[in-house]
């Protein structure tokens, strides 16, 4: 069956520090993997997609690593602000005709002051 | 572009009441979708099309209908509002070209079934 699990559900840091997120799936065949951000109270905001031949990409202080062999990811943020508070969300497509998404429960970052 | 567009926010129903969800996208996306988001569980598919006048199942599609007579909007029908609807719907739409086809959502609206 096709899942995507990540860890922690839930994650608390002080302002300033790093973490990191993890993303465990094992959909077959892989197409790409994403990562978003679900603000509360909005929809989910896409961060980075890679595929399977990517193993890092960068957007600002987030960057996103890709192991294919292993099918696992992690999302590091850097220097973390309070506007990091927000869920996290990793998604992996199949390659399907319509590329069918399947999603995590997402993990739930608390940036503190 | 104003992207993804949902009405309402909010809506609150009762037991058998039935409403629609709008949602319409000025991207000139062909895939669209509607997802439901519940507490501890990843967004569940619930409709999609990959066109006008094409639409399909997705994972919990059952007191939900959908239709898509054009290109931007993809309305989600209730049909009889139960309890177990309560949630909060995304709709998100992407384009069909590979390869990333990166998808964007809405901002989704929460619905409380009484």
């Known amino acids: 069956k096709n899942q995507v699990e990540q860890s922690p559900q839930s994650l608390i840091i002080l302002e300033g520090k790093n973490c990191t997120l993890q993303c465990n799936y094992t959909v077959s065949p892989f197409s790409n993997l994403r990562w978003y951000k679900q603000d509360t109270g909005r929809g989910p905001v896409s961060l980075t997609i890679?595929?399977?031949?990517?193993n890092t990409k960068s957007n600002g202080r987030y960057t996103a690593t890709l192991d294919a062999d292993t099918k696992q990811s992690s999302l590091h943020i850097t220097a973390s602000q309070l506007s990091d508070s927000a869920s996290y969300i990793c998604?992996?497509?199949?390659?399907?005709?319509?590329?069918?998404?399947?999603f995590g429960q997402g993990t739930t970052l608390q940036v503190k002051p | 572009n104003a992207g993804v567009t949902q009405t309402p926010k909010f809506q609150v129903l009762k037991t058998g009441q039935s409403m629609t969800l709008q949602c319409a996208q000025d991207m000139n996306h062909e895939y669209m979708s509607w997802y439901r988001q519940d507490p501890g569980m990843g967004l569940r598919l619930i409709h999609y099309s990959v066109g006008a006048g094409i639409t399909d199942q997705g994972e919990v599609p059952n007191g939900y209908n959908v239709s898509r007579s054009t290109t931007e909007d993809f309305p989600l029908r209730l049909l009889s509002a139960a309890p177990s609807q309560t949630s909060v719907y995304f709709c998100a739409s992407r384009p069909r070209r590979k390869p990333y086809n990166e998808q964007f959502f809405g901002p989704g609206t929460r619905l409380t079934v009484l």
């Open positions: 890679m595929t399977f031949s990517e």
């Open positions: 998604v992996v497509s199949d390659r399907s005709n319509t590329g069918k998404l399947i």
